[in-house]
């Protein structure tokens, strides 16, 4: 019944990309231009003594220098904690605290060289126990004064910026009443994000003080705001443009480089700075998934129904957590997993050490939780020697079912999901091995998760219809690679029956297209989707008036079909879309209304706080995404190795609104989920990075990726475009528990932490027979 | 001290004076404002730089730009012909075989190299050659088979 939501249309940047014509940031060369350079802290932990800069100022080809004075203003997304350079002390090894421009790039890096500091070093902290103890030292002394969003409780004076609780139902009532309990304790250690692109960022500062920055970001709206405060510049000072972003996943999400690009450049009025990281760079100095500790307490009854669960969280969030207290957050909201659970008690704290910065990650909180969640499920079920899909599909939510802030749902598809996947990959039938000491085994794990956003983030689009019948659709929602200028451009085509083809897509720059919160949490085609539908209707609305006119028939007997306003019973009474672009030409040779331009606004509906001390209410999220996996696995018990053999994943989108690309977004979720279970982890020695590289941290090859079968499930969600929902980051949720809920299948070992490597998975076999 | 180099890239002859610790990306790059090719690691390790010289695929973020001289190149932006599209940059487009892009000319030109190799390769030779390149979004399988239609096309 749909035109053209719901088809395989094909990328609209698909063209640019293959053709090598896309420009990233750091394919952009401006004449003038300077290349900055960072000098970064070597101590996990201390106290700046001074910082002298006048040999790098003397430097032939040295424009600018600045440190942490220059940028005073502390900013943050949800918790003012971070300089863009360090000031008073450095708090993790790697932390920028003064950067040059120069005309090269190679006399920039002499500069910092020449840049003496003193420090004096601090104790420091590791691991989030050792950093909530008592007497542990503090990251940040002046918790208690930094602003912070009213949703989160940070406790001064401790290294905890926030802990969100969730108390529902009587949890000891709960336990008491349970026939068994499981208790277990896992680790999910820091990832990268690994985009193939660096983070990039050229500012200039133009004579009158306004700044425009090209960055690699995600977000320019919420960017701009965050560079107003740091920079005391007015909004229409600031001017964000993302040109393209070649992989974000949610660490081009925040700020990154433009704090220490802006400054330069306002030292060196008129002349572009340039600042792209190494790879070396990015895997130190940006964002990084924070590593969690999870406590799980599971109570079953004999017949399956799980009646307790008490969870706890401890994020390692690295040295700064503006962002990483929303990762806690939704760790808290979510901290039961897809089920229905009468009775639960939950903490999820943040908590600051002295590494690299956590920061959101696709699906944050989400893969790190469920990988506790989903093997404590399979463990309290071979204790009751209970089958594991059985299991699940006793407990998850169902038609009117709760949540664990006690939101009741409807048109929920996860016991669809769980159905799809266990057909799909055969569960229960045991295949054969590939040869002697090999063993395989079946697993499998579900997952929800909402969009991890305030409640009232706002969505905008224009729609500007051209003379010619065609049109350019504005909207600073990003394509990072997920495909939502073509998601964007078919709903806009459905809504005004102009093809594809003749729609084109205007993304990131806050001068020019209307305001979107952040691409961010799954929320673009559900959120800027809206937007984009109600500007068209928008638009179609003004132009029915003026057809109206024109056809001398009333609005409620037209509809628009294929480029036309159409009368519903003469169908040849028709006007096209083009001739009324400019408004309407009146018999009379005069004219009525002007050019037609579609405005659409949305905010999610009727998204509200919870309760500060139960964490309790009927709608804290926009929606929730369920989905499962299924995996097989074999493992070759001399080396240790795992390969994943198959995986089945099923998601309810509620609707697909391009099959193809939500197809992509769910292959390339699982094989990162399969880095993450496998092989990812940011090593570290006493909070200094060891593997800041391809060799020593491997993202997944050709090699690492498995078979797939993908399917889709459509259990409308009301409020969504078409009934869509987001699934981008829900993709890779579930791999990594289904791939140690398959371990134990095929070894009957359980691993509690990750990555589940070659080295760590032949120990436990070792120890296992000892 | 530079050193003058002449060779062949998207079937232009250009000369060039390049300074000795140049990498060929830095070249392809900055002197001929070349940009399909990325830097992605600098270091050999991820393949975004892939480009063809002399019908091989290299990473050139891993050769000097010196050792170009007398070599024939081909970058992603000279695998169209006349605005016709190669067959694979076709069926990369077909198979959504690229989301954000960035891995896509280095791949492209990995497996262009193998193309003219190899025009019926099997699924493991396609594997192979392209076995250094990352893709952070897709998760492989769409570019293997986008390779495969093309090579079928090719046919
Ligand atoms: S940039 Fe050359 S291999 Fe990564
Ligand atoms: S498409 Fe993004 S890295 Fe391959």
New binding site residues.
Partial sequence: MYKYVGKDVKRVDGLDKVTGYTKYVDDIKMPGMLYAKIKKSPYAHAKIRKIDTSKAEALEGVKAVITGADVPNRVGLYLEDKTFLATDKVRFIGEPVAAVAAVTPEIAEQAVELIEVEYEELPSVFTAMDAIKPDAPLVHENLGEYYHGPIFFPKPGTNISNHYKIRKGDVEKGFAEADYIMENEFYVPHIQHAPIENHSVIALTEPSGKVTVWSACQSPYAVRKALSVAFNLPLHKVRVISPAVGGGFGGKAGTTLEGITIPLSQKCVGKPVKLTFTREEDMICSFVRQGCLARIKTGVKKDGRIVAEENTFYWEGGAYTEYGVNISRAGGYASTGPYDIPNVKADSYCVYTNQPVGGPYRGFGMSEIHFAIEQNLDMVATQMGMDPVEFRKINAIKEGGHTVTGQQLYNVGITKCIEAVEKDIEWGKKSEPSGPNKVRGKGIACMYKAPSMPNNVASSAVIKINEDGTANLLVTAMDIGQGSNTVLAQIAAEELTIPVEKISVVTGDTDITPYEWQTVASRITYCAGNAVKKAAQDAKEQMLKLASIALGLPAEYLEFKDEHVVSKIYPDRKISIASLALGLEMPDGSGVHGPIIGRGSFIPPNVRNTDKETGQGDKPVAFWTFGAQAVEIEIDTETGQIEVIKVAAAYDVGKAINPQLCKAQIEGGIVQGIGSALLEQQIMDKGRVLNPN?VDYKIPAVSDAPEMIVRIVEVPEETGPYGARGVGEPAMVPTAPAIANAVYDALGIRINSLPLSAEKVLKAIKDSQK | MKHSISFTINGEKVHLEVEPHKTL?NMIREDLNLTGA?????????????VIVDGKAV????MLAVEADGKEIITVEGLAKNGVLDALQESFINNAALQCGYCTPGMLMSAKALLMRNPKPSEEEIKEAIA?NLCRCTGYKVIVDAIKEAAEKNN
Avoid: I, P, Q, R
């Fill in positions: 391809f | 990306l990325k830097e992605g690691c600098g270091a050999g390790e991820c393949g975004s730089c892939t990473n050139s973020c891993m250094g």
